[in-house]
C-alpha cells in the first residue's frame, strides 16, 4: 500500500506564500512524475504544477511565476511553494503521483486527501 498526505494548508492572507508538502510513504520502488492539482468549489480539478523524477517542473498559465514545485527524491516528497496568493487560489489541494510498488510491475496514479487552502482577508 502506498500513502500520501499532503499538509501546509490553511487560512492565508492574499499576498501571503504558504508551503504545501506531500509526502509518499508505503512498498515504494520508485516514483515518477509528481503533481499538485487543485479543485474550487464548484469547479473541475485542475492541474497546477508538475515536475519530473529527473526535477524539471512545468506549471499551469495562472501560477506561473508565482507557484514552484520541488521534490526530494530521497524522501518521496513534493512541495509547493505558493507566494502573491490570490483569493481565486483558494481551493483544496492535492498531491498525485506515479508510483512504482515493490513487487509489482508498472507505475500507478496515487492521490492524497486533499488540503483546504483558503485565501482571505
Known amino acids: 500500500q502506498v500513502q500520501l498526505v499532503e499538509s501546509g494548508g490553511g487560512l492565508v492572507q492574499p499576498g501571503g506564500s504558504p508551503r504545501l508538502s506531500c509526502a509518499a510513504s508505503?512498498?515504494?520502488?520508485?516514483?515518477?512524475?509528481m503533481r499538485w492539482y487543485r479543485q474550487a468549489p464548484g469547479k473541475q480539478r485542475e492541474l497546477v504544477a508538475v515536475?519530473?523524477?529527473?526535477?524539471?517542473?512545468d506549471y499551469a498559465d495562472s501560477v506561473k511565476g508565482r507557484f514552484t514545485i520541488s521534490r526530494d527524491n530521497a524522501n518521496n516528497t513534493v512541495y509547493l511553494q505558493m507566494n502573491s496568493l490570490k483569493p481565486e487560489d483558494t481551493a483544496v489541494y492535492y498531491c498525485?503521483?506515479?508510483?512504482?510498488?515493490?513487487?509489482?510491475?508498472?507505475?500507478?496514479?496515487?492521490w492524497g486527501q486533499g488540503t483546504q487552502v483558503t485565501v482571505s482577508s
Open positions: 498525485n503521483a506515479d508510483v512504482r510498488e515493490k513487487y509489482r510491475v508498472g507505475y500507478y496514479s496515487r
Open positions: 515536475i519530473t523524477s529527473g526535477g524539471i517542473g
Open positions: 508505503g512498498s515504494i520502488f520508485s516514483i515518477n512524475a
